[in-house]
T-cell receptor, first 114, second 112 residues
Framework: GESVGLHLPTLSVQEGDNSIINCAYS??????FIWYKQESGKGPQFIID?????DKRQGQRVTVLLNKTVKHLSLQIAATQPGDSAVYFC?????????????FGKGTHLIIQP | DAEITQSPRHKITETGRQVTLACHQT?????MFWYRQDLGHGLRLIHY???????NKGEVSDGYSVSRSNTEDLPLTLESAASSQTSVYFC???????????FGPGTRLTVL
C-alpha cells in the first residue's frame, strides 16, 4: 500500500547515530507543541510535548528543543535504531482551547541505514 | 488498558453509497476528532466533538457528518461516498482541548 512517507522530506542516518528532525511553525501565538511518530500503516503515535514556557524537554532517548525567536522546533533522537524508521511530524496549538485544536505539519521521513 | 479503536480497518465501497466508520475510545476523553490523511497533505480535520451531543465542523467537513450520543463513540458518516473521499481516516481523542491527541490505527477507505 502507499506510504505516508512518500513525497516528504527525507532524513537518512546511520544506525547508532543521533538524528535531528526539524520543524518550523507558523504562529507566534502557539503555546504548545507535540511531536508524533507515524510508522507505515499505523496511526500517529505521541512521542513528546513541550509548552512555550520551556526551551527543552527530555524523554527516553528523545529531546525536544524549542526556539521561539525563530519559531523553530526540533526533535533529537539519540542512538537511532531501526525501529525509529517512520514519518515524524510536529503539531502546534495556538492556545485558548481554540476550536481548531492542533495544526499538524506534513512531516519528515526518517530512514535508518544499517 | 485504555485504547482507541477504529473499524473497519479497510473498506471498499462504491460511489453514492453511505458509509459509516466507527471510532471507540475507552479513555473517557471528552474530546474526539476525525481526520483524513492524503499524500501531499498533513492531517486535515473533518469534524470534532467536545462532549456528548456536541459536534463541530472542521476544515474539510463537506460530505461528512458525525454524531456523539455517548462519551466513547464518534462515528463518521459519508452520506454519499465520492471518489475524492478515498483516503486514510484517523480518529483521535484528547483529555484537554488543544493538547495531546491520541490516535487510532486508521481506516483505509477506497471509493470506486
Amino acid at each position: 500500500g502507499e506510504s505516508v512517507g512518500l513525497h516528504l522530506p527525507t532524513l537518512s542516518v546511520q544506525e547508532g547515530d543521533n538524528s535531528i528532525i526539524n520543524c518550523a511553525y507558523s504562529n507566534s501565538a502557539s503555546d504548545y507543541f507535540i511531536w508524533y511518530k507515524q510508522e507505515s500503516g499505523k496511526g500517529p503515535q505521541f512521542i513528546i510535548d513541550i509548552r512555550s514556557n520551556m526551551d527543552k524537554r527530555q524523554g527516553q532517548r528523545v529531546t525536544v528543543l524549542l526556539n521561539k525567536t525563530v519559531k523553530h522546533l526540533s526533535l533529537q533522537i539519540a542512538a537511532t535504531q531501526p525501529g525509529d524508521s517512520a514519518v515524524y511530524f510536529c503539531a502546534e496549538n495556538i492556545g485558548g482551547g481554540g476550536a481548531d485544536g492542533l495544526t499538524f505539519g506534513k512531516g519528515t521521513h526518517l530512514i535508518i541505514q544499517p | 488498558d485504555a485504547e482507541i479503536t477504529q473499524s473497519p480497518r479497510h473498506k471498499i465501497t462504491e460511489t453514492g453509497r453511505q458509509v459509516t466508520l466507527a471510532c471507540h475510545q475507552t479513555w473517557n476523553h471528552n474530546n474526539m476528532f476525525w481526520y483524513r490523511q492524503d499524500l501531499g497533505h498533513g492531517l486535515r480535520l473533518i469534524h470534532y466533538s467536545y462532549g456528548v451531543q456536541d459536534t463541530n465542523k472542521g476544515e474539510v467537513s463537506d460530505g461528512y457528518s458525525v454524531s456523539r450520543s455517548n462519551t466513547e463513540d464518534l462515528p463518521l458518516t459519508l452520506e454519499s461516498a465520492a471518489s475524492s473521499q478515498t483516503s486514510v481516516y484517523f480518529c483521535a481523542s484528547s483529555w484537554d482541548r488543544g493538547r495531546a491527541q491520541y490516535f487510532g490505527p486508521g481506516t483505509r477507505l477506497t471509493v470506486l
